[in-house]
């Protein structure tokens, strides 16, 4: 049974235990409590020019102090009138009013009164002089002598006039507290006069990251380091939802170091935001920190989210401490999920309006029960309406976060999304641009050369590396314009085209070199042939390889090889070339295989092992979309077909 985490936190003397507390709460449950630990609570409040308020909320209502438009004023260009002496003006029978000395521009007080028979020439936004009560547009009119018109149209009574207060009323609330400033906010204030307005003053946020991992952007990278994404996109998050980041940059995992940085923070500011530190492993030192720092401390600390299940949230003498998970995606998931809402409400603005759309999930996607899981995916065009694509990298992964178009949210009593089920898709902007031309099967770094000169001709493509079979099962399924292959067939010892079925049509791309790649610097197959490394490795236990997943060509390439070997490594199956070659770079692999492209930029050892075509699956009812036509134009351009060469790859 699952103790309360409120009762743990009780019941722990301050300090004693807390590097151990990783009690799972519910995601409803963890924001509740930390809610009430934090609010109610006053707005803290600022006074700002009204150039400097841009993106703030209203601390207090706004009381229009005078009206607006100030003065009765004309609408358009022509002539201030008496409506009584022009009520039976008509094309056939023209009334003639004779002209007062006087013309009204905009700023210039009326110096005459329009007595009865007579009119006065005014411009748009021109006050309405005394006696005239209708504005005569200057097409409805014609010159009759110098100092006359003649008016072809009636006019009632108020037409083309816009009276003071029309607009703004003087003593109404103009603008109510907790309204976020934005142009047309500063419009309105910048109309009825008003210079300077009270607001919210933005939170100050100290944002810090911890772990000996951690090298700054800009720096080289050392052995098992990783740059510090989270570092920076925290702190942009924070600017784009109303605080001001301070980022501190990155702590060591050295518990004196960390506990007074994390003190000048909280002393600075008045939000703390770390990232790291709050899983149960030997380096975690945040949270246990946290319980010296202020009470009532850590409120939850392990919340049944996937991503982001490491989340501690605690409240430090009435100021928010958060730890989000070190992993990219956990963290700027459970920020934007669970932070953003407080730190908005802190800065007095409204909640984040959230976009919904209903999409079909093609594919089954597995869940663990007992968490709620959110799922990013892609958003694509299929035959009945929008396709989401699960993104599918981990938490580790930054661009799994960035190139998705939202999430799908899996109930924590669920094991599964079955497929072909219609989801709703909590978008992470509103106005989300499904993509132009979809492109779903296997990955190659030439399909960017081809798709980059398109991006900068204003066209949205979006690639999803799947393998070759899942790209052909996509653009069967109508949820993509063309799928990537290069899939060889023993019995007609071809590529491609016979898996091609009804509807679908080839569409040649380039040739890539695949082979057997390994370490420069290993002896153990140089000058052999594939069959020979092959041989080599099957007969050395402590040879490790790296795979590829189940549906890409190059996995079938691979089984081809190895027959019915199952040497060590073989169910490590990254997605793409490049991870098969970090693993070897890293010594975390001895062999794989992947493409010459690939392995001469990473400076890996490389044996040819075939020749294979990298062509396209096209949808032939898709053909004639101009995005299609514009992909296929690219691909035959003489620029591409020579930057594909340059890039080591043999154009068909």
């Known amino acids: ?103 009204i521009a905009c700023g210039v007080a009326p110096a005459q009164t329009v007595e009865p028979g007579r009119a006065t020439v005014i411009a748009t936004g021109g006050p309405l002089p005394r006696g005239a009560d209708a504005v005569v547009m200057v097409e409805h009119t014609q010159p009759a002598g110098a100092d006359a018109i ?67 952007p800009g720096s080289p990278l050392r052995p098992a380091a990783v740059y510090d994404a989270n570092g920076p996109v925290v702190s942009a998050a924070i600017a784009e939802n109303g ?38 492993g030997a380096g975690d030192l945040s949270h246990r920190i946290i319980s010296r720092l202020g009470q009532p401390g850590i409120i939850a600390h392990g919340v049944a989210l996937k991503p982001g299940k490491p989340l501690c949230l605690a409240v430090c003498n009435g100021k928010p401490v958060v730890i989000l998970p070190g992993f990219p995606t956990s963290a700027m998931f459970t920020f934007h999920d669970i932070i953003v809402p407080v730190l908005r409400r802190l800065a007095g603005l409204p909640p984040r309006a959230e976009a919904k759309v209903s999409a079909e999930i093609p594919l089954r996607i597995g869940s663990e029960l007992g968490r709620t899981e959110f799922v990013m995916v892609s958003l694509v065009e299929g035959e009945n309406g929008l396709v989401a694509y699960p993104t599918g990298k981990g938490s580790g992964a930054v661009t799994s976060f960035a ?20 989801a709703e898709v909590t978008l992470f902007t509103p106005h989300v641009r499904v993509p132009d031309l979809v492109i779903i099967g ?23 590396a799947v393998g070759s079979l899942g790209g052909l099962a996509a653009v069967r399924r109508g949820e993509c314009d063309l799928a990537p292959i290069h899939l060889f067939d023993d019995k007609t010892q071809t590529y491609n085209r016979p898996f091609l079925s009804e509807g679908l049509e080839l569409v040649p791309g380039w040739r890539r070199m695949q082979g057997f790649v390994y370490r420069a610097e ?14 080599a490795v099957l007969a050395d236990g402590a040879c490790m390889m790296v795979n590829r997943n189940q549906g890409a060509g190059t996995r079938i390439l691979i089984d081809k090889l190895l027959g019915q070997a199952r040497p060590d490594g073989y169910w490590n199956q990254p997605r793409s070339h490049n991870a098969v070659a970090a693993a070897v770079i890293q ?25 294979e075509h990298y062509d396209f699956a096209l949808s032939s009812s898709r053909k004639a979309r101009a995005p299609v036509q514009a992909f296929l134009a690219a691909l035959q351009s003489p620029s591409s077909r020579t930057a594909l060469e340059q890039a080591g790859f043999r154009p068909a």
């Open 243 to 280: 605080g001001e980041a301070v980022f501190k940059g990155a702590i060591a995992d050295d518990e004196e170091l960390l506990e007074r940085a994390m003190r000048d923070a909280l002393d600075a500011s008045d939000m703390l935001v770390l990232s790291g530190g709050t899983s149960k």
């Open 403 to 422: 190139q998705a178009d939202g999430f799908v949210r899996i109930d924590a009593l669920a094991d599964h999304l079955p497929a072909k089920t219609a």
């Open 150 to 216: 003649e008016v072809y149209r009636s006019a009632s009574p108020g037409q083309f006039v816009s009276y003071a207060g029309s607009d703004i009323a003087r003593g109404e609330i103009l603008l109510r507290a907790g309204t976020q400033i934005g142009s047309r906010e500063i419009g309105m204030l910048a109309t009825c006069g008003i210079g300077r307005v009270c607001v919210a003053r933005k939170p100050v946020v100290v944002v810090l990251s911890t772990g000996d991992e951690l090298v700054q």
């Open 522 to 535: 290993d002896r153990r197959f140089e000058g052999k042939s594939v069959e020979e490394a092959v041989a």
């Open 1 to 103: 049974m699952v103790k309360s985490s409120a009762s743990t936190i009780s019941s722990q003397p301050q300090g004693i235990g807390q590097d151990q507390f990783l009690t799972i709460l519910s995601r409803e449950e963890a924001i509740a409590r930390f809610d009430a630990a934090l609010f109610p609570r006053g707005l803290i409040e600022e006074e700002r020019a009204l150039d400097d308020a841009l993106g703030l909320a209203l601390a207090r209502d706004v009381v229009a102090p005078l009206d607006a438009p100030p003065f009765d004023r004309s609408g358009v260009d022509g002539f201030a009138v008496r409506s009584a002496d022009i009520v039976s003006a008509s094309e056939g029978a023209a009334v003639r009013l004779a002209l007062n000395d006087e013309i």
């Open 587 to 611: 010594n975390r692999a001895d062999w794989g295989v992947t493409i010459s492209t690939v392995a001469k930029a990473a400076g890996l050892g490389f044996i040819p092992l075939m020749e």
């Open 442 to 464: 296997s990955h190659c770094t030439g399909l960017d050369i081809v798709l980059s000169p398109l991006a900068r001709d204003g066209l949205v493509a979006r690639s999803l």
